[in-house]
């Protein structure tokens, strides 16, 4: 039995890639009772936060201000929509911080000497390695993936901090992310949405994402039915390398540097865009819509509460406790899918 008949034959009983549970359910008598999708709750709390703010800053609602809001959800952006198709599959990839910094000194250091082209190529090649690395020990080596990742975490921000001194290095003529190329739409935000859309196509219409989904709900029966579950997984840390790459790329030419502090709690807050999003701790359910809509929460989150001139520290607060109810939310469902059988 092939990969692709195999998940054909196997479809009403994995999870849709929409979540699995929205939409259409029997109900006694034949009829079919439609469900409330899981993101309208996300959605509700989302247009609360927009109006609140409207109503509490004149600034708020600005073209620029948004695009401030885009730009910097862009990074967490791009890591969270692999992040997505990780958690999906029920790994996790906390690496992603430590990454970012360790492909922004990549670049800044090798750029003098070797010239922008030759360091851009190797610092596209040290995020692919760090996915490499990690793919290579959650699924040949079969260390968990929260214990690599953390691992990975530790040793890439060491050696960021040994390779730059512990020091903010600065790089010339690269400046591509600061530019506005369309309606004044920031190059991030323009990168953010490219990078959302091959994931959600990714995610919803190929045999892989259809693969991830399978693995997800049931690792053991979608290794029966044939996938080839280790590599499937490791195809999704590569990808997640990938995304290091072009997230520590923009990072660097946003602030014209980098350093060892570069990239600090971003794991945290792609954990907390995708979770709030809705993609379950347990793997099968989740989307990248979802994961879009937990980024705006938070990011719009932290736009007013700076414009309200609250304190950046209980910003960090709110992201925390925005962070616990989310997986509190998560188990509950989870709880309640559970009894509803």
């Given amino acids: 039995m092939t990969e692709r008949s195999a998940l054909s034959g196997t479809s009403q009983a994995s999870p849709s890639p929409g979540g699995g549970r929205e939409g259409a359910a029997r109900v006694p008598g034949g009829r079919r009772k439609r469900r409330v999708p899981e993101t309208i709750g996300l ?71 070797l010239g922008l082209g030759p360091a851009l190529v190797l610092s596209v090649l040290a995020g692919v390695g760090i996915g490499l690395l990690n793919g290579f020990l959650v699924t040949v080596v079969g260390v968990n993936a929260l214990i690599t990742t953390l691992g990975m975490l530790g040793i890439f921000r060491g050696l960021t901090l040994v390779i730059g001194k512990g020091q903010s290095i600065f790089i010339e003529g690269f400046d591509w992310a600061t530019a506005r190329p369309f309606l004044g739409i920031p190059m991030p935000a323009i990168v953010l949405v ?8 990714l995610m919803h219409y190929t045999v892989f994402g259809r693969k991830m989904y399978a693995i997800g709900a049931n690792p053991v029966a979608a290794r029966l039915v044939g ?22 790329l923009l990072v660097t030419s946003q602030l014209g540097s980098s350093s ?6 971003l794991e945290l807050a792609v954990v907390t865009a995708v979770i709030l999003g809705g993609t379950s701790l347990s793997g099968g359910t989740g989307t990248i819509f979802g994961t879009v809509v937990g980024l705006l929460i938070v990011g719009v989150l932290s736009n007013g509460l700076t414009l309200l001139n609250v304190d950046s520290s209980w910003q960090q607060v709110a992201t925390g406790v925005l962070l616990i109810l989310a997986v509190a939310v998560d188990r509950l469902r989870q709880t309640y899918l559970r009894k509803a059988g």
């Fill in 43 to 113: 959605l509700i709390f989302l247009a609360v936060e927009v109006v609140f703010f409207s109503v509490q800053s004149p600034y708020f609602f600005n073209w620029d201000n948004w695009g401030n809001i885009l730009t910097a959800v862009s990074i967490t952006g791009v890591l969270a929509a692999a992040g997505t198709l990780l958690l999906v599959a029920g790994q996790f990839d906390l690496s992603v911080g430590s990454g970012v910094a360790f492909v922004g000194i990549v670049l800044v250091e090798t750029a003098p000497s």
């Fill in 194 to 201: 490219v990078v959302i859309a091959l994931f959600y196509v």
């Fill in 227 to 248: 996938i080839r579950v280790n590599r499937t997984i490791f195809a999704g840390f590569l990808l997640s390398g990938g995304c290091m790459a072009l997230a520590g």
């Fill in 260 to 265: 060892a502090n570069t990239g600090v709690g």
